[in-house]
């Protein structure tokens, strides 16, 4: 099993958000995520400022297998980029929940609860196993 | 190696240079190159040594079993390319005089006639040069049709998460929001999903029927009234359409425009990069938009219909009318094929992924919709191979090129994990789809004995495996010779 933060939430589509606790939070993709996709050679990040639609897709992944959507886990505005991942896009596959973080946002966070907990995550994960 | 290593100062091969040269007159002097263009200096024989190699090295469908999944490598009569080849085919002037060009016109509107009455629609286009140019008309039409109802407010267009890739790429080309629709556990597209996304801002849905996970979707009536009530448009894509081929027609289905990849389907080599073609073809509502030119039958003979003719149409997809070679081989290809050989097409490509379906199944390989028929092709998934082995689908893969067969397509559908997407084609025999499967069988003992035997696969080819990371990260596809002077 991948190792998964328990200060975390996350969504169906394996992104994880973590609560900056100053009105920001920052989005990545699980361990999980990254192990599916493979060698990851390119990150198209979203624009700053752009605000975006809880659901909607935001960045894109690609890796030697196949290019993915990220979603936007919850609606709010970007405040930054990951710049890094340019350069080092392995980053994600390196270190998913720190190094790979892909982008924060700013939002009110009243969509944090529809997120899934670390419980009900590795619950979806041993559904798919 | 580059046919530029083979380079040497003051070599050439002048025998069939062209007798006269033409002076090249009024050039700006600052945009004349100071120094030459580095072509190697080779010989006529280092030539012909240099591309018979690497024609050699070439693993096609002339050589090799194909069963890439949702490419169709099926075999390409002969006599489909030879008669594409006749001087009159091959020669004939874009811009001769229509009086020039009757038998290339009378082909033209018999392929529009028998491309019309195997999909069942009412009317086709061929001008679209390949797949996805077909799909980015289609979608064009769909819009063009909205918009002159003045139908403003439909903004989205729905696809299948199994879908390939250009059908959500097409829709966005024409200036659409994709929503993703999933796929429910019998291969089926989630009819529930759809109901709860479709709207007043539906434009359409793109669909491949049978879908990339080799399944025909038994609930495309359903999805079609659902789509229909919302007063969007359904739009097949035609990847598959070998496996249906006289045996049901998207018209029948309730499809509103269709794209066809003549070179996977008609008889045009497929994979080599192009050039292909696209035809599209839609239904009643949809025919004043469909793209210029095409060919209509007059009394006094064949005549383009051009922009003067169809006001609404989206316009022009290329200068003149499609891809004309490919065309003729499927005109051809149809013609030998007929009435009674088209539903055959489909009937031996789906016996045959069906045959091999079920002999991988009893020598113990994971079926990814094990309750369900084949269509054309079929999903095998290694995730327990992986799992328990550390042997892939990848490995799987590369360790069939040592055995002499071409790999299936890994990893695609994205949403079956470790997956070999197979399609063995009409064109194949027993003895060769019992081939692959023997091979099959082998590598999995192969795993299970020694999985770095097969994870250090291929051996036998020209190039072992390939650093794909680093050529992704490090895309470089210019060569720089060394040293100029060299």
């Known amino acids: 099993m991948s190792d998964l933060p328990t200060e975390l939430r996350y969504t169906q589509s394996h992104e994880w958000v973590r609560n900056n606790e100053d009105g920001t939070f920052t989005v990545g993709i699980t361990d999980h995520a990254q192990e599916l996709l493979g060698d990851i050679v390119f990150v198209e990040t979203p624009e700053e400022d752009a605000e975006i639609e809880a659901g909607d897709g935001c960045a894109v992944v690609e890796s030697v297998k196949a290019a993915s959507d990220i979603y936007m886990p919850i609606s709010g505005i970007v405040a930054s980029a990951n710049g890094e991942l340019a350069d080092t896009p392995e980053a994600i596959n390196d270190d998913a929940y720190q190094a790979g973080w892909i982008f924060t946002i700013k939002s009110d966070g009243v969509e944090w609860d529809n997120l899934l907990t670390v419980e009900q995550y590795e619950g979806l994960l041993a559904e798919d196993e | ?486």
């Open chain 2, 1 to 486: 190696m580059l046919i530029h290593e083979r380079s040497k100062s003051t070599r050439r091969a002048s025998a069939q240079m062209p007798a006269t040269s033409v002076e090249v007159k009024g050039i700006p002097a600052e945009l004349l190159r100071r120094t030459p263009p580095a072509l190697p200096e080779v010989s006529e024989m280092q030539v012909v040594r240099h591309y018979t190699a690497l024609s050699q090295k070439n693993f096609s469908i002339d050589t090799q079993f194909y069963p890439l999944g949702s490419c169709t490598m099926k075999y390409n009569p002969r006599a489909s390319n030879t008669l594409a080849m006749l001087p009159g085919m091959v020669a004939r002037h874009p811009l001769a005089p229509v009086s020039h060009s009757q038998g290339f016109m009378a082909c033209m509107y018999d392929l529009q006639e028998m491309l019309k009455e195997v999909t069942g629609m009412k009317e086709v286009s061929l001008s679209p040069a390949a797949g996805a140019q077909g799909e980015f008309a289609g979608v064009a039409m769909i819009r063009a049709y909205h918009d002159a109802r003045g139908d403003n407010e439909r903004c989205e267009i729905l696809v299948p998460d199994a879908a390939h890739g250009t059908n959500p790429a097409s829709a966005v080309m024409c200036g659409y929001k994709v929503r993703e629709i999933p796929t429910g556990p019998s291969g089926d597209v989630d009819v529930d999903a759809l109901k709860a996304v479709v709207g007043p801002q539906t434009a359409g849905i793109m669909l491949t029927n049978p879908s990339t996970v080799g399944v025909f979707d038994r609930q495309i009536e359903a999805i079609a009234k659902t789509v229909h009530d919302a007063g969007g448009l359904l739009y097949y894509d035609g990847a598959n359409l070998n496996a249906i081929l006289g045996k049901v027609r998207p018209g029948d289905m309730g499809f509103d425009v269709i794209h066809m990849n003549l070179h996977k389907t008609f008889s045009t080599p497929h994979g080599g990069g192009g050039p292909g073609a696209g035809p599209v073809g839609v239904s009643e509502r949809l025919i004043p938009y469909l793209p210029v030119p095409m060919v209509a039958k007059a009394a006094d003979g064949y005549q383009w219909l051009l922009e003067k003719d169809c006001p609404d149409s989206i316009g022009r997809l290329s200068a003149f009318a499609g891809n004309a070679g490919v065309l003729i081989r499927a005109y051809v290809y149809a013609r030998m094929l007929g009435r009674e050989g088209m539903p055959r097409v489909a009937e031996y490509a789906t016996l045959n992924a069906n045959y091999m379906m079920v002999r991988l199944a009893e020598a113990g390989f994971d079926l990814a919709y094990k309750d369900r028929r084949a269509t054309h092709e079929f999903i095998v998934t290694l995730k327990r191979q992986a799992k328990e082995l550390g042997v892939n689908a990848m490995d799987f893969a590369k360790r069939l090129l040592d055995y002499g067969y071409h790999a299936p397509t890994t990893y695609f559908p994205l949403l079956i994990p470790e997956c070999l997407l197979i399609e063995p084609t009409e064109t194949e025999t027993q003895a060769e789809l019992d081939g692959f499967i023997e091979v099959m069988k082998t590598i999995q003992a192969e795993a299970e004995e020694n999985a770095d035997l097969v994870k250090g696969a291929p051996y036998t080819l020209p190039v072992r495996r390939l650093d794909d990371v680093k050529a992704a990260r490090e895309l470089n596809l210019a060569y720089t010779p060394a040293k100029a002077d060299e």
